[in-house]
Structures are given as C-alpha cells and as structure tokens.
C-alpha cells in the first residue's frame, strides 16, 4: 500500500485526520529553493538534520575513490520512465532488445528493458486492488464463520496460525472499511462547502480576524463552513491566503483526499477481484513467476516515480531536484504495488528478478499489518541476503510502534527475536526539518525493529506528467537511505549489506529531543558523509574484500 501523509488541520473540529497521502499544501517549489533540497544539508554546518550528500561525494573522492554504476531497484507502483529528471538514470537491460517481443536474454521475460511489471497481464493493469484484510477475511470467512458451527472449531483447532491471522485482519477490515466510508462522505461534504467558505470571506484573506467578524449562519451548511473557515485559519498552510489562494488550495486538497478514499469502496469489497481477469496467473501458485509485462507506469506511478527522484533524481531545465545517489544509481523499476496492498507473492517474485537482474539495492516503500505468504517474501529476503544485496523498507505511517503493529515485510520473524533472522534489511523511519519535533508524527517506531530515522517530511522529488511534487512519508524516508546506501556501495564495491547498515546506524547524527533516541536502534537520522567514513576506516579494503577477523584463543593459565 502506498503510504504518504496528508495532514487536515482544518478538520480537526471533526475528530479524525486524514494521515495516508498528501503535497505540503502552503509551498510553492519555484519560491523556496532551500526547501526544496533540505534533505540533503549538512547538520554540522546547518544545524538541520539533513544527510550531508555533498560532502560524501567530496569526502570519497579526496580518498582518489571512483564510483561504479549501482543498480537501485525501485519495487512500488511503477515509474514514468522518460521523466526528464529521471530518463537519464533509468537501468537498460543490456542484454535485451527492446520492442522484438523476444526474451533476448533468457530470464523468462520478454522485452524487460528497465523493469518488469507483476502487475499486470495481456489484459492491461491492475489499479486498484484490495487491501489484504479483505483478501484474508473472504477467503477464510466461510472456514472459520460459516454455518456449521462444529466444523468452524475443528478448523480453528487445525488451523490456529491461520485462524489468528482472520481474526486480526476481521478486526481491522471492519473498523477500516467503516473509516474509509466515513472519511469520504466528510471530504465530499467539506468539497461542496468550498463554494459557501468562498463566499463567506468576500474577497478578504483568511485570518482569525476576518473569519471572527463574520456573522453567525442561520443555515446549518454554512454554520459548518464556518467552524472549517475557523479551523483554517490556524493552519499555516492556509493563513493569511487570500481568498482566490484558499479556494485554489482547498479545491487541490479535497480532489487529493477524494482521489484517496475513492477506491476504498473496492478495496474493502469480499467479492472484488481483478487480479483472475487482469493478470491471468494462479494467485495460489508461490512458485509460479513468469507472469506479469514491461507496461513499467502502469496506471498511476506518482508514488514510485517519486521514490525514484529522491533516489536518482537529476537536475533539469530550472528544476535543481537532484537525488542522494544521482551521480553513481540506476534505477530499476520493478511494478509490485497497486492501489491498495501489495500480494506477498508479487512481492517475492520482484525481490528475486530485482537481484537476478543486477540490482545491489532494492527499495521497498510499502506496507501493510498482515501477510498471508510471508514466507515466500522471507524465502526472498534470505535470497537477497545470500547474494549480497541490501534491502531498504520504510517502517510505516500509522504513528504506531512496530512492535505492537506489525507491517509486513519483516526481517523479524518474532517480535520476541533478540535479532532479525537476517543481515540485509535496513527500517527507515521519517524525519522532518524542525529539531523540536524531529520525528514525524506519522512515522511508526521501535528501538529494536526501527534501525535509522532519514528526512521523510516536505520532500520535493519527481512525479507523473513529467512533473514534481513535495510529498510526506517513510516512503520518501526509505529512498533516502537507498541513495545514501547507493554511494558507499558504489565507492567501495566491497562493502556487504550488513557492513553497509552498520555504516549508516554508528555514524547517525543522534537526537535526544522529545524522546527521538528512543524511537530506533540508532536513536538519530543518517549522515552520509560521516558514514562513509565510518565504511573507509572500518571496512574498506581496496577492491578487496575486508579481510576476516581472527579469533585469538585464549591461553590457560596453570594456577
């Protein structure tokens, strides 16, 4: 599932927020410069806890360090491929020729030339897509809650892991679903009130003054546009607006909102399935992976498109967006992610031909609180580990510890394991440009399970339609840490996953604020530049390969 925030400060008086996709609504990209590069700054210099990109490429090269080309495999919704911030940095595959309909080289997939879609199928792709709950609670409803109520306990009793997994996934379907509905009629509401609000300011700006002095409604609908009106103006993304600004500003926050909430009425639907006609594989089959075609966008690829840019990003035409990585990442697009939640075994399948296809690095910004075939996905993640390759996963944005609330995939079997069952996965949490409240309030945590916190907050990168957008999330906090992952492998190629996560955890710029250290292993946010230093004088050893500890036994002693 694709997770950005939206905040609806102006909602407030309502009792919920809107906490899953969203722009930073108040900036504008061509005014603030600095904004939109602060991720990359220089803590020691800035005292913003940026990740210091350009002093680790200085740092690298003045060792006589040259990079090589590192392949980012991107595993989300898909990427627009002739971005012009991006084109430059997409993976060819070079063993392929593109558009001869043949399998040039023998990996089972025809015309893969910058990625593959799991996705999608002769019969074009899959959008939306159901949530996991509601594929685990139609599938094992009429098992465990059918109408013999004998057979119901016999299955619970020879099923217990399974049936643990239904419960959950009811509890959460139900009070989802119910949220979803919830939400989109109050968004559609407050959409049909911009008219009133509009009104009601009479071409004057919005503030508490203004919106105080006008008078009291009569008409329920516009007494409610009042209390929104009154909301408003406490938000700084809408303070001070003149009136022309807040209805531009509110028309562009309701359609992201309703374009949210939307598909939920087919993502919490039991009987909706488009996966049988779409993509035409046997779901149940794990092992089966030929499936799927190179359609690389698919339907909406705003979300991996931005991934990508912060990633790979390259400045181009008076955009000065660059990526972490922009100097040494390809990007690989491998199409896994729908509107709704991922299947694990899409998820398995892309890992392995993200790694049987070159990539070092994979990128995995999603999520969701039950998985079915986490197995599989482990499978892959062990086979990621057994050829040498990193994998970056966003820790969530349910503001929850993950400890208590799993999101699947996990490198933790056990949230009881004193350590993951591998060495190859790295958690990123988000964190923003304001030391007072550095982790994002979305963000989920753990002090175990959480490894580093990366800038997740107001990140400008590139998105659909050749464009570029801010956008909130460990989604952005992830490709962060791929970038900066990208430019210690690409300088000292011999660096392996674990060598790499220790790297970055050692060397993090460490906050203390309002409990930030407690919120993962590394109890800060990444700094590049000084983990790239910490991998030199620990790790690195020429083009070789770090030479072996060896174990001094110790001598006895004759008493």
């Known amino acids: 599932m694709k997770k950005v925030l939206l905040a609806a400060v102006f909602l407030a008086g309502f009792g919920f927020s809107f906490a899953q996709e969203s722009k930073a609504k108040s900036i504008d990209p061509k005014e603030d410069k600095d904004l939109m590069m602060w991720y990359h700054k220089d803590f020691a210099t800035s005292k913003v806890y940026g990740v210091n990109t350009e002093n680790a490429y200085k740092y690298l090269e003045s060792k006589g360090l040259k990079p090589k080309t590192v392949i980012v495999g991107v595993l989300d919704s898909g990427v627009q491929v002739d971005h012009p911030g991006l084109v430059k940095n997409m993976w060819s ?30 019969n074009g792709d899959i959008d939306i897509d159901n949530m996991e709950v509601t594929r685990v609670v139609a599938k094992y409803k009429s098992v465990f809650e059918g109408d ?168 181009q035409g ?78 969530g944005n349910e503001n929850e510890d993950v400890a208590e609330h799993l999101a699947y995939p996990t490198n933790f079997k056990n949230v009881t394991d004193e350590k993951p069952f591998v060495n190859n996965v790295i958690v990123v949490g988000a964190s923003t440009n304001q030391n007072n409240a550095l982790r994002a309030d979305f963000s989920n945590f753990n002090k175990k399970m959480v490894d580093v916190f990366a800038p997740g907050s107001r990140i ?47 060397s993090s710029n460490l906050s203390t604020a309002n409990g930030f250290s407690d919120f993962s292993a590394a109890g800060g946010v990444i700094d590049v530049k000084k983990a790239a230093e910490y991998a030199y004088n620990n790790f690195y050893n020429g083009t070789k390969a770090p030479a072996a500890k060896k174990t001094i036994k110790a001598k006895a002693v004759k008493k």
């Open 460 to 506: 400008y990168s590139t998105v659909t339609g050749s464009k570029y957008e801010y956008l909130d999330g460990t989604s952005m906090a992830s490709p962060v840490v791929s970038g900066a992952a990208a430019i210690l492998l690409a300088y000292m190629p011999n660096l392996k996953p674990d060598q790499i996560i220790e790297s970055l955890k050692k």
């Open 148 to 315: 013999d109520s004998t057979k119901n306990k016999a299955n619970q009793a020879k099923m217990p892991e399974e049936f643990a997994m239904y419960m959950k996934a009811k509890d959460l379907f139900t009070k989802k679903s119910i949220d979803a509905q919830q939400n989109f009629r109050t968004y559609s509401m407050v959409n049909e009130l911009i008219p009133n609000m509009v009104k009601m300011l009479a071409g004057k700006s919005v503030t508490a003054e203004n919106i105080a002095a006008i008078k009291k409604p009569t008409d329920q609908r516009d007494a409610i546009a009042l209390e929104i009106l009154g909301n408003v103006s406490q938000d700084a993304n809408f303070k001070g607006k003149s009136a022309a600004e807040f209805e531009t500003l509110m028309k562009k926050d309701m359609k992201d909102a309703l374009d949210h909430y939307a598909p939920s009425a087919k993502q919490y639907d039991l009987s909706y399935d488009p996966r049988k006609e779409i993509v035409g594989d046997n779901y149940d089959d794990y092992s089966e992976k030929n499936y799927g075609n190179n359609h690389y966008e698919g339907p909406d690829a705003e979300h991996g498109t931005h991934v990508s840019g912060i990633i790979a990003g390259l400045p």
């Open 318 to 395: 008076k955009e000065i967006q660059h990526g972490v990585a922009s100097r040494v990442a390809k990007i690989m697009t491998v199409r896994a992610v729908p509107n709704g939640d991922e299947r694990d075994k899409d998820v398995a399948n892309a890992i392995r031909y993200a790694v049987d296809n070159g990539a070092k690095i994979l990128n995995m910004s999603f999520g969701k609180p039950v998985s079915p075939g986490k197995n599989v996905v482990w499978d892959a993640f062990k086979y990621a580990e057994d050829k040498g390759v990193l994998l970056v996963k966003a820790a």
């Open 93 to 122: 595959n070079p063993n392929e020729i593109p558009g001869n309909g043949k399998d040039d080289d023998g990996n089972g997939y025809i015309d893969d030339i910058h990625g593959w879609n799991f996705i999608g199928g002769k």
